[in-house]
């Protein structure tokens, strides 16, 4: 108890002064260890990729369970064998999924283009032919969400995320009267980057609200639908049945892949949706398809076998991320703890820590770790246009390096926080001590 | 010389009565049969796809030449040494070829929607922003071509596809004067049906030619470039210098994949444009995509180890594909020559014979062969719109069923050729016969 840190606002000059003057010293050493690591992106770890090894050499036979050769031409929804495989692990039924290849984003990027073209299932007509298109974006979210709608022009209006998904009361209040926004994002479980995960009540909220554009569309990004790093694993809401039951069956668009569990580059993407959302996407992709690379569904079908061999790898994924999550943890816990200079999230699941700091650091503390050879997301990508308001957020992706490396890079962030807020702090006692009393 | 086969329009009515009821009872005794053969697509045969089965054991290593983790994401550009390879192949530069998914269909659509919502790396805006686009369409063509840009309302312009490519003359005086037409097709080498090979004088002109719109593209679907039929390999057009030679870099974007090479569904295809085109490709591809399947381009690597491996494996091809199309030939010799109701072509390459019966009769004959359990390719289906406006045209696709079935069902095409036309005329002569004199 007796080493519990002080708040840093509490120290007076002269400790803060020390203070700074430690942190900079400690900055130092720092840079002078040349590290270079990296802890920008969600990726797998070579460790994770090795546990599917046993994929390089499937699939032992080149027919699926139908009889179709998987080598040919054909098959626009994807092999039955996956789609059945799929449907059992999110929850719909094999019906309303549609296998594709190896990019979820891509899958998302059809949907979007589509309904910009030609429109969604329950457009009056194209989207592009609208003056003004606008998406709710969840904030802190997952920075290509955002890219691509800034790539088409499309209006972003950021919403807060909050432990329990995102604010229902805002969105509720913006779509009901703004028929120009069309769609929201959402990472329902374990949200990227701040590991949220929706409740059922904000998911039933989502699914009933009234919306003044009746072609209103959820972008249901289910990344990390398995992904946990407890064994309390969340379980995630069945999104299509809750719209379908409150009259909207139509608005909600799931997407996951096997990134994040077999091949982050190999993997398998997947789209579920009611059936007319499914044939309307379908309907559009055959002119833009011959098929996805059903060779790779198969190899992924004989890889796990069952639903549960999906489970199962999942929870060698944990035991390799947990203890990078955890050192997160400890090496903010040990450096920043007490001084109320930021606050980060425990995830349970996914592949994100949320680190916030003082406002109007975050871009420094980046900046800082840059120059002592950390690589971090830069300042303010989880929100749209790169720009983060309060300049705090930081998006930390523990996954990549190994065990050892996450450790030095997190006390070297730590560090960093630690100087900046200092910094920070100091600044201010400067300029409080240079204003003329009387003044 | 004493068989030779009399014109059917020369026979006189009561002989054509014979000939029409010898056909009827041919046709007869072939329903009989109870045959379910399929000439329908261009799809590679399972004799084709065995030849690649070493591919189902690779890759043996995940790191390509650059050391990079083909498992992991990213690379948007594909992997080095798949670009380096088909940049010899097509004779272009590693810069100018983006190695992608499983689709060269779906890079054709990446580019063309891009094009729409962003306009091209050379236009003032997004082609969609325009009242009308009009794109060039050589007949008979490939019909994925025509449906992809039906599904955008582009219209639809035919100009007949000649020996040595498209008509040069109509194109030229189409686009000088409209402004509307943004673009066009053309299967270079081995055309989807006709087996057109074009030549450097076409290519030249189509390259050089003044365009009222200044972003005036070729969409150069190379997916023939190596499907020789015989030793007399047709030597493709490099395009890309020809184009820049001529002024006009950014005017063409070729097109390939080895679909018909190794898998039709899970092999990997390739755009080759500018640099300039590249960068707009990559540009906006960045948003939709984590990046091709890497480890699926880096299988085909260790698999064809050199472009010379690509050019021994077609041979293989060739010696199963060869066979087909000579059985086409002489299925449809044996029973029409000298008839005067049928030319077809007999091509050096591709996957294809154009087959053109009588005026009218096209729809004819695939209905009588459907009836008799033999599945053609609609009739009109290389037309837009599967309007063919004479009614002659047929694509007959010998690939994938297996020589007999290739020689039992064209024994069976002809027979259906033989009867239509013999309708035909015979319906005619009784027109005349019924025809009241001095009238």
Chains 1, 2 share one sequence.
Not at 187 to 207: C, D, F
Not at 259 to 272: C, E, H, P, R
Not at 295 to 317: A, C, E, I, S, W
Not at 432 to 437: G, I, L, R, V, Y
Request: hydrophobic share 45%; aromatic share 8%.
């Amino acid at each position: 108890m007796s080493d519990a840190k002080q708040p840093l606002s509490s120290l007076s000059a002269a400790q803060l002064r020390d203070y700074l003057a430690a942190q900079q010293r400690a900055y130092t050493v720092l840079q002078e260890r040349g590290l270079a690591l990296d802890l920008t992106r969600g990726k797998p770890s070579t460790a994770q990729l090795d546990l599917s090894d046993e994929l390089l050499h499937l699939p032992v036979t080149v027919k699926d369970g139908d009889g179709v050769d998987c080598r040919n031409y054909g098959g626009l929804t994807g092999i039955r064998q996956i789609r059945e495989m799929f449907a059992d692990l999110l929850w719909v039924e094999p019906e309303q999924v549609v296998a594709g290849g190896n990019s979820s984003l891509t899958m998302m990027h059809d949907c979007l283009v589509q309904m910009l073209l030609h429109g969604a299932v329950d457009s009056a007509r194209a989207w592009a032919r609208d003056e003004r298109v606008k998406f709710i974006c969840p904030v802190p979210g997952y920075d290509r969400h955002f890219t691509m709608l800034a790539s088409y022009g499309i209006e972003m209006i950021p919403v807060d995320m909050l432990a329990d998904g995102p604010d229902a009361d805002a969105i509720e209040a913006l779509v009901a009267t703004d028929a120009a926004i069309k769609g929201m994002w959402i990472v329902p479980t374990y949200a990227n980057p701040s590991g949220s995960v929706i409740s059922m009540e904000v998911a039933s909220r989502l699914a009933a609200m009234p919306t003044a554009a009746p072609d209103f569309k959820i972008f249901w990004d289910n990344a990390y639908a398995f992904h946990h790093l407890t064994e309390q694993e969340a379980k995630g809401v069945d999104i299509l049945s809750v719209c379908s039951g409150a009259g909207h069956p139509n608005r909600p668009i799931m997407f996951a892949s096997t990134s994040k569990i077999t091949y982050a580059g190999a993997g398998v993407a997947f789209l579920a949706a009611s059936a007319e959302n499914v044939a309307w996407y379908l309907r559009h992709q055959q002119f833009a398809s011959i098929g996805p690379d059903k060779l790779n569904q198969l190899r992924h079908v004989q890889y796990f076998k069952t639903p549960q061999g999906v489970r199962d790898l999942m929870v060698k994924h944990r035991e390799i991320l947990a203890p990078k999550f955890a050192a997160v943890d400890a090496a903010l816990t040990a450096e920043l703890d007490g001084l109320e200079v930021a606050t980060w999230s425990k995830p349970t699941g996914g592949y994100f820590v949320n680190l916030d700091v003082l406002d109007g650091t975050a871009g420094r503390v980046v900046a800082l770790a840059k120059a002592a050879g950390i690589v971090l997301t830069p300042a303010g990508a989880s929100f749209p246009g790169g720009h983060d308001p309060r300049d705090r957020n930081i998006r930390l992706a523990p996954s990549f390096p190994v065990l050892a490396d996450v450790e030095t890079a997190m006390a070297g962030v730590a560090t960093c926080v630690a100087l900046a807020s200092a910094e920070k702090l100091a600044a201010r006692h400067t300029a409080a001590a240079s204003t003329p009393e009387g003044e």
